[in-house]
Every structure is written in C-alpha cells, then in structure tokens.
C-alpha cells in the first residue's frame, strides 16, 4: 500500500466519522445553547438543569439517525473491502 492510499484511506475514515458523528453533535450544541439561553434568561443558575434534557436530546437523536450512521459505516466498510480484495 503506498501512502497516498493510505491519506485516501485516512481522510475517508475522517470525513465518515464526521458524517457519523455530526448529527448527534449538533443536536447537542443545539440544546445545550437554548438550555444556556433559558438560564440566562430566567437567572436560573442550576448546574444539573443542562443535563437531563440534553442527555434526552442526544438519545433521541441517536435512535432517529441510527438508520443512517449504519450506512455511512457500511459503505466504509464496503469501501475498505473492496481495496483488500484488489490488492
């Protein structure tokens, strides 16, 4: 394998763990800012008023979008079978 195979393999494990991951991050960002908001806000200092929902958010979100991390992890996995096959 020489390494320009190896960057082409390197930055498609980057860019699906990107796809993978990004979905479950944004809805955390997401909450996390409207959860500061609404403590700003209300001048509702709870530390552990964050945790719950954003916890709740992140479950959620990776139940409706396991469909799709399965994909993308299939067609990498697809991708790097086919380069083992070919040599």
Not at 24 to 52: R, S, Y
Not at 55 to 82: D, H, K, S, V, W
């Amino acid at each position: 394998m020489s390494g320009a195979e190896v960057l082409d393999l390197a930055r498609d494990a980057i860019y699906t763990l990107l796809w993978v991951a990004a979905p479950i991050m944004i809805v955390g960002l997401v909450v996390g800012v409207a959860i500061a908001l609404l403590q700003a806000l209300t001048q509702i200092q709870e530390m552990t008023l964050v945790f719950v929902p954003k916890i709740l958010a992140i479950f959620i979100a990776m139940l409706l979008t396991f469909p799709f991390m399965g994909q993308i992890m299939q067609g990498y996995m697809n991708r790097i079978a086919e380069r083992i096959i070919s040599g």
